[in-house]
């Protein structure tokens, strides 16, 4: 069993944009053994320091069908997808974030350059407004207990296996 890492992104002033932050200081607020818990803007190198071929890396961000494919169209606010990080890469989601590189970017780079990632887990929101100054819609709060139930759910299974 290796480290688990949860890594919110989001912008916290830019509505339903901030799930991925929220849900992941709900999680970090719960205090779970064994789980590091951080929160970015935008992607980085440091999402990637000290992990180890065992470790597990989720990312908690938000989508929007009318601009990520992975996200199917039409989706209703609040729609949780469970994905991977090939998942992402081949659904084209790298062009669309409002983080400037998006995480397929980041996923793509740390292949290539070798960096360890151990394996990757991606909880994409459906989002319906990321305006700015807004915040989380009602229907993408009432996602964040499914979310973090699955999430925790996940962890429990990487803490007795394979993911």
């Avoid at 789980?35 to 992990?51: G, I, Q, R, S």
């Avoid at 729609?79 to 590189?101: F, N």
């Amino acid at each position: 069993m290796g480290v688990v890492r949860i890594i919110g992104l989001g912008n916290e002033w830019a509505g339903d944009d901030a799930i991925g932050l929220v849900a992941a200081e709900r999680l970090r607020e719960r205090n779970l053994p064994g789980v590091e818990v951080a929160t970015h803007e935008v992607p980085d190198w440091e999402m990637f320091e000290n992990l180890q071929p065992q470790d597990l890396l989720i990312f908690i961000d938000a989508c929007q069908s009318a601009c990520q494919s992975a996200c199917r169209i039409g989706s209703e606010p609040g729609t949780i997808l469970e994905l991977h990080a090939d998942d992402v890469a081949e659904h084209g989601v790298r062009h669309c974030s409002s983080h400037g590189l998006g995480l397929a970017h980041w996923l793509s780079m740390a292949e290539v350059l070798g960096a360890k990632t151990g394996h990757v887990l991606i909880y994409a929101v459906e989002i319906s407004d990321a305006s700015m100054g807004g915040g989380l819609s009602d229907a993408v709060e009432r996602a964040i207990p499914e979310l973090l139930a699955k999430i925790e759910s996940r962890i429990t299974g990487h803490a007795s296996g394979p993911v």
